[in-house]
C-alpha cells in the first residue's frame, strides 16, 4: 500500500501590517521555506498581499480566506470546499470581527476540515471566547468530517474554552508531545510583544489540535514552536510564535 509522506500544518498570528512588517514577512519567508508545510493557517491577514507571497514561493495551489477577519489557510491538498461563519457571541468589550473558516480538504483518502479561528483577545473576556469556542465546536460537528483546529485562542490550555474542545475530542499537539512545557506563544522576551501598550503575561495561545477519531487513523510525529527566531538583525516573523506538526498520512 502506498502512504503519503506525513502531512506538515502550520498556524501562525502573522501581526497584519505592524511593526517591520517587510522585513517580518522576509523572516517568516524564510522558515516557511525551511518547514514547507503542506497546509499553513494564518491570522490577522486582512488583505492578500502576503499569501499572495507565500503561494507563489511555496507553491499552494488552493487558498480559503475571511480578509474581514484576518483569516487565510493554504493547503498543497485539493480543497472540496471552503465555508466562512461570523461568531453570534459578540465580545461587548471589542469591536474586532470574529469568525472561523473551515476548508474541506482531500488528504489522500481521507476528507478533512481544516479549521480556522481567532477569538476575542482581552484577558478578562474568557465568557466571549468560551461562548466562540461552543459555537464552533457544534458547526464543526455538523459538518461531519473530522476536523483540525488551528489558530490563535488567546487563552491558556487550562482555560474553560479550551477545556470544552478537549472534553469535545480535540487533543491538543503541542500538549501531546510537550506535557511538561510551557511551550509559550505569547513571550515577553520577543521585543515585539514588549512594545505594546497592554501587558499579558507568558502564555500560550496558539494551537493545533486534532479530533481523536483521526488521530487513532493518523497519528502525529511531532509539534514544536515554529516562528520563533529573530534573524540576524533580532527580527522576529511576528509577535506571535506559531505551531507546526507533522501527521502521519
Known amino acids: 500500500m502506498y502512504n503519503l509522506p506525513p502531512m506538515k ?5 502573522t501581526w497584519g501590517h505592524d511593526g517591520p512588517y517587510t522585513e517580518r514577512w522576509e523572516v517568516l519567508l524564510e522558515e516557511l521555506e525551511l518547514l514547507n508545510p503542506d497546509v499553513l493557517c494564518l491570522q490577522e491577514v486582512f488583505e492578500p498581499t502576503l499569501p499572495e507571497r507565500i503561494q507563489k514561493k511555496l507553491n499552494f495551489p488552493c487558498a480559503a480566506a475571511s480578509y474581514e477577519a484576518g483569516l487565510v489557510s493554504l493547503s498543497r491538498f485539493p480543497m472540496l470546499g471552503q465555508k466562512n461563519f461570523k461568531y453570534e457571541t459578540i465580545s461587548p468589550i471589542e469591536i474586532y470581527d470574529r469568525r472561523f473558516t473551515v476548508a474541506t480538504l482531500e488528504v489522500g483518502k481521507e476528507i478533512l476540515n481544516v479549521v480556522n479561528t481567532h ?9 466571549t471566547r468560551h461562548g466562540q469556542v461552543r459555537e464552533l465546536l457544534r458547526v464543526v460537528s455538523e459538518e461531519g468530517s473530522p476536523a483540525i483546529l488551528a489558530g490563535d485562542f488567546n487563552d491558556v ?3 474553560a474554552p479550551l477545556v470544552e474542545a478537549k472534553q469535545a ?11 511538561n512545557e510551557r511551550g509559550l506563544t505569547w513571550d515577553n522576551r520577543n521585543p515585539f510583544v514588549q512594545g505594546h501598550n497592554v ?14 477519531t483521526l488521530l487513532a487513523r493518523h497519528p502525529p510525529l511531532s509539534c514544536e514552536l515554529a516562528f520563533s527566531r529573530p534573524n540576524r538583525r533580532g527580527i522576529y516573523p511576528s ?8 501527521i502521519e498520512f
Open 157 to 159: 490550555p487550562e482555560s
Open 169 to 179: 475530542g480535540y487533543c491538543d499537539l503541542y500538549a501531546l508531545f510537550h506535557p
Open 239 to 246: 509577535d506571535h510564535y506559531g505551531v507546526f506538526a507533522e
Open 9 to 13: 500544518i502550520a498556524s501562525l498570528n
Open 119 to 127: 477569538l476575542a483577545w482581552k484577558p478578562e473576556d474568557e465568557s
Open 199 to 212: 501587558k499579558l503575561p507568558d502564555r500560550r495561545i496558539d494551537f493545533l489540535m486534532i479530533r481523536e
